[in-house]
């Protein structure tokens, strides 16, 4: 049962002294607290049901024309929208793209695929690289219970802008950098994100998690995806008005598999190509 953290919890920063004087955790997380949250491990194991899913999906390019009713759909955009993310900043957002006009161009951006064209719904999943300010005050804003733990709140105001504020030009995230990569010789440090490049790689992975839960979702739910990233970047940015931190990570279309929708026998390889035990 869900329990409130006990008053006599630390600091952001005094966890953070702790953690640099440890090096062990991050989270600064009073495991020794007495009272706090517990959420058990489900008893039931869905093994069985979860292979049937990941086994089944592929990538689809021709849907009928059976439309994917709004219950589905905003079912499994919710699916996606409780994947894990760094920092609990969820810096995805989803575009479903519904209007004719717009979507039309968004074929086109899509260089015309047979996925884009036959997709009942193309839904654009972006990252954003500055939406961590917005996300970080939601954290705190929206916390679930009546009191929220000193901690969480010290690192959604201050260690999330230590963490992801770089700076005009990223200015401080390269002194951050060259500042881990001196302390980073006595200890293990996190080597970032300090630069764009850092921010746009750190967006990316969470948002591509996101992603494979939206496209499993659908799959559960009896239809099918295709992930496209064989698209004009650019146009599509421009037609649904994205800011320059946005990056469209890909254009998910999706609708019901037609009986020729997936083109290709599953090709893959044996599991020593991608798997070391060390
Ligand atoms: C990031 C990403 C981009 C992709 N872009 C395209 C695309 O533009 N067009 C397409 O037909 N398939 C695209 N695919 C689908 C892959 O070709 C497909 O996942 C792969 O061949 C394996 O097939 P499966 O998904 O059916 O298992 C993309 C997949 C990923 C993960």
Not at 35 to 41: D, F, L, N, S, V
Not at 92 to 119: G, I
Not at 218 to 227: L, V
Not at 247 to 260: C, F, I, K
């Amino acid at each position: 049962m869900a329990t409130l953290e006990t008053e006599d919890q630390t600091s952001f920063i005094d966890d953070l002294k702790d953690t640099l004087r440890r090096s062990k955790t991050i989270d600064g997380y009073d495991y020794n607290a007495k009272k706090r949250y517990y959420e058990p491990a489900p008893e039931q194991n869905h093994g069985a049901a979860f292979s049937q899913v990941v086994e089944s999906r592929r990538s689809v390019r021709k849907f009928t024309d059976k439309p994917i009713p709004k219950a589905v759909l905003d079912a499994c955009i919710d699916l996606a929208l409780i994947a894990p993310s760094s920092c609990n900043l969820q810096p995805w957002e989803f575009h479903v793209v519904q209007s004719p006009d717009k979507k039309a161009k968004l074929v086109e951006a899509c260089m015309s695929q047979n996925a884009a064209t036959t997709a009942q719904e193309l839904i654009v999943v972006v990252a954003r690289t500055n939406n961590w300010k917005k996300i970080a005050k939601l954290n705190i804003e929206q916390w679930p219970q009546p009191k929220i733990p000193r901690h969480w709140k010290e690192f959604y105001s201050k260690g999330v802008a230590f963490t992801y504020w770089q700076g005009p030009f990223y200015a401080v995230g390269h002194v951050k950098k060259a500042f881990t990569n001196l302390a980073g010789l006595f200890r293990p440090m996190p080597r970032g994100p300090f630069t764009k490049s850092d921010m746009r790689v750190w967006a990316i992975k969470s948002t591509a998690l996101a992603a494979e839960n939206l496209m499993l979702a659908f799959r559960a739910y009896g239809f099918d995806s295709c992930p496209m990233e064989g698209m004009d970047e650019q146009r599509v940015k421009k037609l649904l008005r994205l800011p320059g931190d946005a990056e469209v990570v890909m254009v998910v279309g999706a609708g019901e598999r037609d009986t020729d929708g997936v083109y290709f026998p599953r090709v893959k390889f044996e599991r020593e190509n991608f798997v070391k035990y060390v």
